[in-house]
């Protein structure tokens, strides 16, 4: 990952010519920093509600994304906000450059948000134009309903209401009726020797999804199975013959079982193949995973659906017993 420095009022080659208020140190994220930079986002947790947390370990692996890219703010050497850019490495009909930040909460209401979402907007801009730019380009921050603050933020700043997503989860303290998929198709767990017929099948499988792009090789690995949450005993794909079908993949972070006391299992990825839908393969598929779970000593399931989902998901999900836990939004600005 490329680590760049720059000080307050100095513009560096690469970086954005948007200022932050004296004082303000800002660089990109370190390993070194993965401590502080947990700390920022438990505090964030802690008022904003939102679901997610993480250990140092976890940032640590993002860190190693190579399509990351993120920029920390530090006040008297304490990490008071930071912001992220994740790029695509290939298009489909736009090149959404999604972002991700925060602000610590004693120092929100101070116009820093701001500033740093504007930051993050004119680094996007550049990155478009660097990787994509022969094809149309938005600036994309999703962000949860009940933060009001966030979402003025992005409407001063122009941006519009672009897609609407819903955080559900399922208890596993109710029985999870088994459910078996027809003969001739087999449901195993997952192995790392398909892990790339995996791959071809989900790149495949997401090009009706809205905002998804496909994975190549290394992002696959740096973000779908190679991340420390991902739990591979528990994840399942249906196979009919030799061809992959539908599949379901799992993780679990620490840092939400040590703070919540409950453990969670996440659904990331689950689909099925556009040739064999129609015929339960997700429901059968999904219902093995949360037997596996309650069987594990999982509590609860949790997933993130798009409410316009295409492959008709949200009523999938409601029909294996999981309720609406928070509402999410997708803001857009074209670059």
Same mark, same amino acid.
């Given at each position: 990952?490329?680590?760049?420095?720059?000080?307050?009022?100095?513009?560096?080659?690469?970086?954005?010519?948007?200022?932050?208020?004296?004082?303000?140190?800002?660089?990109?994220?370190?390993?070194?920093?993965?401590?502080?930079?947990?700390?920022?986002?438990?505090?964030?947790?802690?008022?904003?509600?939102? +679901?997610?947390?993480?250990?140092?370990?976890?940032?640590?692996?993002?860190?190693?994304?190579?399509?990351?890219?993120?920029?920390?703010?530090?006040?008297?050497?304490?990490?008071?906000?930071?912001?992220?850019?994740?790029?695509?490495?290939?298009?489909?009909?736009?090149?959404?450059?999604?972002?991700?930040?925060?602000?610590?909460?004693?120092?929100?209401?101070?116009?820093?948000?701001?500033?740093?979402?504007?930051?993050?907007?004119?680094?996007?801009?550049?990155?478009?134009?660097?990787?994509?730019?022969?094809?149309?380009?938005?600036?994309?921050?999703?962000?949860?309903?009940?933060?009001?603050?966030?979402?003025?933020?992005?409407?001063?700043?122009?941006?519009?209401?672009?897609?609407?997503?819903?955080?559900?989860?399922?208890?596993?303290?109710?029985?999870?009726?088994?459910?078996?998929?027809?003969?001739?198709?087999?449901?195993?767990?997952?192995?790392?020797?398909?892990?790339?017929?995996?791959?071809?099948?989900?790149?495949?499988?997401?090009?009706?999804?809205?905002?998804?792009?496909?994975?190549?090789?290394?992002?696959?690995?740096?973000?779908?199975?190679?991340?420390?949450?991902?739990?591979?005993?528990?994840?399942?794909? !249906?196979?009919?013959?030799?061809?992959?079908?539908?599949?379901?993949?799992?993780?679990?972070?620490?840092?939400?079982?040590?703070?919540? +006391?409950?453990?969670?299992?996440?659904?990331?990825?689950?689909?099925?193949?556009?040739?064999?839908?129609?015929?339960?393969? !997700?429901?059968?598929?999904?219902?093995?995973?949360?037997?596996?779970?309650?069987?594990?000593?999982?509590?609860?399931?949790?997933?993130?659906?798009?409410?316009?989902?295409?492959?008709?998901?949200?009523?999938?999900?409601?029909?294996?017993?999981?309720?609406?836990?928070?509402?999410?939004?997708?803001?857009?600005?074209?670059?």
């Amino acid at each position: 990952m490329l680590q760049v420095w720059f000080s307050l009022r100095r513009y560096i080659a690469g970086m954005t010519n948007v200022t932050f208020p004296d004082g303000i140190e800002a660089r990109s994220l370190r390993a070194q920093d993965a401590d502080d930079w947990a700390g920022l986002l438990a505090a964030k947790e802690k008022v904003d509600s939102e +679901g997610d947390n993480y250990t140092a370990e976890d940032l640590i692996h993002e860190l190693s994304d190579p399509n990351l890219e993120t920029v920390g703010l530090w006040d008297a050497g304490r990490l008071i906000a930071f912001g992220a850019l994740h790029t695509a490495t290939s298009v489909v009909d736009i090149d959404r450059v999604k972002t991700e930040g925060c602000v610590h909460p004693d120092w929100r209401r101070r116009g820093l948000g701001t500033t740093l979402m504007r930051w993050l907007t004119e680094r996007a801009r550049q990155l478009h134009l660097a990787n994509h730019a022969d094809t149309p380009g938005e600036v994309c921050n999703t962000t949860i309903g009940s933060n009001l603050h966030a979402i003025q933020i992005l409407r001063t700043l122009g941006f519009d209401e672009q897609r609407y997503h819903f955080d559900m989860i399922r208890p596993l303290d109710t029985v999870v009726p088994e459910l078996r998929a027809a003969d001739h198709f087999k449901i195993v767990t997952f192995d790392p020797s398909f892990s790339e017929d995996l791959r071809n099948t989900h790149n495949q499988v997401i090009a009706d999804i809205w905002g998804a792009t496909a994975k190549d090789a290394a992002s696959w690995q740096s973000e779908v199975t190679g991340i420390r949450s991902f739990r591979p005993e528990l994840s399942q794909v !249906a196979f009919s013959g030799n061809t992959i079908a539908a599949y379901v993949l799992g993780y679990e972070w620490d840092a939400d079982t040590e703070i919540t +006391g409950v453990r969670e299992l996440y659904i990331g990825q689950l689909g099925t193949k556009r040739s064999y839908r129609g015929r339960g393969l !997700a429901k059968a598929t999904l219902t093995k995973m949360l037997v596996e779970a309650a069987a594990s000593g999982y509590q609860r399931v949790r997933l993130g659906v798009d409410a316009d989902s295409p492959t008709g998901a949200v009523s999938l999900y409601t029909s294996l017993g999981f309720s609406l836990r928070s509402n999410w939004t997708t803001f857009s600005l074209p670059l």
